[in-house]
């Protein structure tokens, strides 16, 4: 083997930094509480709203997303208060053990692995039980299901006294959630996912129904307090420490969304979602989810194959990271995330090197050539 090519991440998170994150993130540190630092603090909350599509404000909590999920339940929910998890994966797991962990009583709608939730499996919950809060994931990335936020949030509008709080970690800032028009209450995004940085930031919002609530909540809480980073982001600066280096990169982050436009920046993910898939078909392999999201591809191997062999060699080889399955998943999905840097020639390259894995694996697929990837590219 020649050389080995550069590293390239394509997991659903974390994903390959764009240079000039890379870049701002070797500058040297500055302190937080300069004119300097406090321009880019405000320039930075002034952008976050807009990926949200709400005109609350977003938060930035140094923690990753799991934090950002806390600070959605803590806010807004009392101990003992009924709620429902819709869990169709790994991280509804983590909704439902994060409850019971705050002592709410969750009402598990579980959903099989790979399918999306509908409106009619969620009604009879809340015609049942006099339930405070719905938790959902966006895009569940455990399976690559996209849920469907928008028709979610539409029916639990009417009720006056459910919020609807969504995890929207592989979704916000990959693909439009459209938090105020869908009747999103509390929304969190994550640095390592469809932000484009590294792991280390959550980002949270609260609309004003969950607002009026969040005041008169019992649930004890401390560091993720909203109230108390509402009031600090007012004068310009944050409650504890600010992530200077991650909020510099953030900056950037948005300025590179800012300059190609949202809807652009939207469409770049939705078309390396689209590439995968027709690679993936043309080879002859099966797409896991039934309903799957723009920001991350899973896909089925023949069975009797190890998925996780597959990503090892992928990596070792190639020195290309993509995922494997979760608990029941594990050894047979792989999983392509399409947030992050990601240049056409990096897809054009790991498709490329998928099929020099699994003639080694014995995988059977109908080849694809490079030539062919340009073509759909150019069409
Ligand atoms: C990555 C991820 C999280 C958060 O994981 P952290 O490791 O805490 O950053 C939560 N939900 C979803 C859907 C995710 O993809």
Redo the contacts with the bound molecule.
């Keep these: 083997m020649t050389d080995k090519q550069p590293y390239l991440l394509l997991a659903?998170?974390p994903v390959n930094l764009h240079p000039k994150v890379r870049e701002t993130l070797s500058d040297p540190m500055t302190h937080h509480r300069t004119p300097l630092f406090d321009k880019i603090l405000v320039r930075t909350l002034e952008r976050l709203p807009p990926i949200f599509h709400t005109t609350q404000r977003v938060y930035l909590l140094s923690?990753?997303?799991?934090?950002?999920?806390e600070a959605l339940m803590v806010n807004t929910c009392n101990p003992g208060d009924e709620v429902v998890v819709i869990n169709s994966g790994k991280?509804g797991e983590?909704w439902v053990e994060m409850g019971r962990a705050f002592q709410l009583k969750v009402h598990e709608l579980k959903i099989p692995w790979g399918e999306a939730c509908s409106v009619d499996q969620l009604r009879p919950l809340l015609e049942k039980h006099s339930i405070r809060a719905v938790f959902c994931?966006?895009?569940?990335?455990?399976t690559a299901v996209k849920h469907p936020i928008e028709s979610l949030g539409t029916f639990l509008k009417p009720y006056s006294d459910t919020l609807f709080l969504v995890?929207g970690?592989?979704?916000v800032g990959a693909y439009p959630i459209l938090m105020d028009e869908w009747g999103i209450d509390g929304l969190?995004a994550?640095s390592?996912?469809a932000f484009m940085l590294p792991?280390g930031m959550?980002f949270v919002s609260f609309s004003q129904k969950a607002w009026q609530r969040i005041p008169k909540v019992t649930m004890p809480r401390f560091y993720y307090d909203i109230r108390e980073e509402d009031r600090a982001n007012k004068k310009g600066e944050t409650w504890f420490s600010s992530n200077v280096s991650l909020i510099k990169a953030l900056n950037v982050v948005l300025t590179l969304i800012e300059e190609k436009g949202l809807e652009h920046h939207y469409q770049e993910i939705q078309k390396r979602a689209r590439f995968a898939r027709f690679c993936l078909q043309h080879f002859g392999l099966k797409l896991f989810p039934q309903s799957p999201s723009e920001s991350v591809t899973a896909f089925c191997l023949p069975t009797g194959i190890d998925s996780q062999a597959v990503r090892s060699t992928l990596e070792k080889d190639f020195n290309i990271t993509i995922m494997g399955g979760q608990d029941q998943l594990k050894g047979k999905i792989l999983r392509i995330g399409h947030m992050g840097y990601i240049e056409i020639a990096d897809q054009i390259r790991l498709m490329t090197s998928l099929q020099s894995v699994f003639l080694q694996h014995q995988v059977p697929f109908i080849p694809l050539s490079e030539n062919e990837m340009l073509q759909w590219f150019k069409s």
């Design positions: 659903p998170g923690c990753t997303g799991s934090g950002g999920m991280f983590r994931q966006a895009t569940e990335t455990s995890d970690i592989t979704a969190v994550g390592q996912k792991t959550s």
